[in-house]
Each structure stands twice: as structure tokens, then as C-alpha cells.
């Protein structure tokens, strides 16, 4: 028997080298994305935490794809994004890929202006509802998460894994101030305060949207005038990423406060790792980038319509950090 089970794997293996050895090579093909010019609007400051992984992604598909990518940055300020948007549509690119963040109602005339010159465009991270329903079939995608949703799982897992109850006091720091994007931290209040908590809730500013060193005292100000709080949620990956320095600051130690956030980074884990962050909801921003280039290339060439893609990664916390960490500090995650 042994002998002819050797005989069989022989001739099953002299088979696939005869098959191998005559299949035809693959034909070389030309880059996709060859000719392929796109503007894109990274959303925030030239080396944010949260928006230099986006860039990552989209560098690696522009790389991939073999297109020509020209990188915007706004600061996370919505007019800026919005001048950005002329910026690129003046150049007409093939494509133009933008964060939401201010809405469909300040975007409306500047979409409608690029179709019209047949200049594709395409949203990541905050959705543009209108605009996806009304130019989907032209080329308009979605990639992101829905941020009610997002908000809300992240709120009810640090209730489980906090332990707080009724009564107790939690801070949230979020953008309600911005339409869509603004669904986030409402759906964190919501939750939070339909569990009975006491919620405190802070605005974040544009200076700090734009610069989070400026968080240092506001963090510390409201830790000092609440002393009882024991819970904060942080509806911003930047800073997410700068809470541990945070808390330093304003003189509290690891595992005192549970903070939940948003995006990994380097600096988000080595929080989480230190005891500083406990749980991080992950739209894996690589993704955005990667993706929307992608979006618009294959449009480009071949009229795909719109993509709608939920890029959603879970939680993150210190039970599984040492899965990711590796590719945070890589940018990738």
C-alpha cells in the first residue's frame, strides 16, 4: 500500500510540473491607473496622527494603480476644505476624493460643478447622503462608517467594560457642531445618558481641531472642576492619540479614568498599552485612502459607479493591542 500511494503522489507530482512548465505566462498589463491624475484632500494638518494614515493608504494605491496623486491638507476646518475643493476642481483632475466633514449643503454647487466637467468625486470618513443618492450612478462612493453607529457600539462597550452606573459622571469631547459628522458624538450622549449617567459635553474647538497641543488645558481645566469624573470619550483620532499626554498633564495616572476614543496611531498605542486609553474604535483609515483611489480610478476606466464600502474594524483594547500595535507604528492601522 505504501508503495502505491508513493507511485500515485509521483505521477500526481510530475503532472502539475508538466502543467506548470507549459501554462501560458501572464500577460504584463499596463497600469490602471496610468494618466490617472486625482486631488485629494487628506482632511487634516501635514503629519496628523489620523490623517497620515489615510495618506498612507491612498500613496500605496496611487503607487499600485500607477496614477498621479496630489495630496491637500485642511486641518480639519470644513471652509478650508471647501477652498480645497476649488483648488483641485480649477486644476480638473480626473478625480477629486474628499472628506464630508462640511456637508452636503456646503458642497452641493462645487459636486454638481465637477460632474458637469467631468471630474469624478468621491467622499471618505463623514458620508455626503445627497450627494451619494444623486451622483452614485456617475461615479460618487462612500467609504467610511456610519458614525451613529460607530458612536453608539463604542459608548455601550465602555458601559460594559467601565462597570459605571447610574448616577456616575462622564466627559464627552466631540464635534457636534458639523452636520453629518456631528452623529458621532450625539449618538455617544444618547447612550450614555439613556444608561443614567451624568454627561458633561465640551466642544472641540477649531483651534484645537486644528492644533490638539492646545487640548492640554481644556483637559486639565475640566478635571480639575470635576474630580468625580469617570469616564471620558474622545470623538477625535488626533486627540485620541494625545491623551495619555493629557492626563500627565492634569496629574492623573494609568487605569484612573476610562477613556474610550477613536483611530489608532502609534501614540494610541502606546496608550492603551500604558494604561492611558482602554478602548478605541477603529474606521481603519488606510482604507479610506487605498480605496477611494481605487474608486476613481476604476471609474475612470471602466464607468464603475459608486462604491458605498463600510471600512468599520471594531474595538480596540489591551487585549488584543498587540495584534495591531506592530502596524499602528507602521502607519497602516
Known amino acids: 500500500m505504501k508503495k502505491r500511494t508513493a507511485a500515485i503522489l509521483s505521477a500526481v507530482a510530475l503532472f502539475l510540473t508538466l502543467a506548470v512548465g507549459h501554462a501560458p505566462a501572464a500577460e504584463k498589463l499596463p497600469p490602471l491607473g496610468k494618466d490617472v491624475t486625482i486631488w485629494f484632500d487628506t482632511g487634516g494638518p501635514v503629519g496628523g496622527p489620523y490623517n497620515t494614515i489615510v495618506q498612507n493608504g491612498a500613496t500605496q494605491a496611487a503607487s499600485d494603480l500607477g496614477c498621479d496623486l496630489k495630496l491637500l491638507y485642511s486641518d480639519w476646518n470644513p471652509e478650508r476644505m471647501i477652498e480645497n475643493f476649488k483648488t483641485a476642481l480649477a486644476a480638473r483632475p480626473d478625480g477629486i476624493v474628499v472628506m464630508g466633514h462640511p456637508g452636503d449643503g456646503a458642497y452641493a454647487p462645487f459636486i454638481q460643478e465637477a460632474f458637469d466637467a467631468g471630474v469624478l468625486v468621491t467622499c471618505v470618513d463623514t458620508n ?13 462612493g462612500s467609504i467610511g462608517t456610519d458614525p451613529d453607529i460607530m ?25 457636534k457642531r458639523l452636520e453629518e459628522r456631528g452623529r458621532r458624538a450625539l449618538a455617544m450622549i444618547r447612550t450614555l445618558e439613556e444608561a443614567g449617567l451624568v454627561v458633561d459635553y465640551i466642544e472641540i474647538s477649531p483651534e484645537v481641531d486644528k492644533d490638539t497641543a492646545m487640548g492640554v488645558p481644556i483637559v486639565t481645566a475640566y478635571l480639575s472642576s470635576h474630580p468625580d469624573c469617570k469616564m471620558m470619550l474622545i470623538d477625535h483620532g488626533a486627540l485620541t492619540s494625545q491623551m495619555e499626554n493629557f492626563l500627565k498633564a492634569a496629574g492623573v495616572g494609568p487605569d484612573a479614568i476610562f477613556v474610550g476614543g477613536f483611530s489608532l496611531s502609534p501614540a494610541t498605542a502606546s496608550a492603551i498599552e500604558n494604561g492611558y486609553v482602554d478602548l478605541v474604535s477603529e474606521m ?3 482604507l479610506l ?10 471609474t475612470k476606466k471602466y464607468g464603475f459607479t459608486g462604491l458605498e464600502i463600510d471600512t468599520g474594524g471594531g474595538l480596540v483594547h489591551k487585549g488584543n493591542i498587540a495584534l495591531v500595535a506592530p502596524l499602528a507604528k507602521k502607519g497602516i492601522r
Open 284 to 286: 481603519q483609515p488606510y
Open 151 to 175: 458612536g453608539t457600539t463604542l459608548a455601550r462597550e465602555a458601559l460594559v467594560r467601565s462597570g459605571l452606573k447610574k448616577g456616575d459622571r462622564a466627559f464627552i469631547w466631540g464635534l
Open 289 to 298: 485612502g487605498y480605496l477611494s483611489v481605487a474608486q476613481i480610478v476604476l
Open 128 to 140: 455626503l447622503p445627497k450627494a451619494l443618492e444623486k451622483y452614485k450612478s456617475r461615479g460618487f
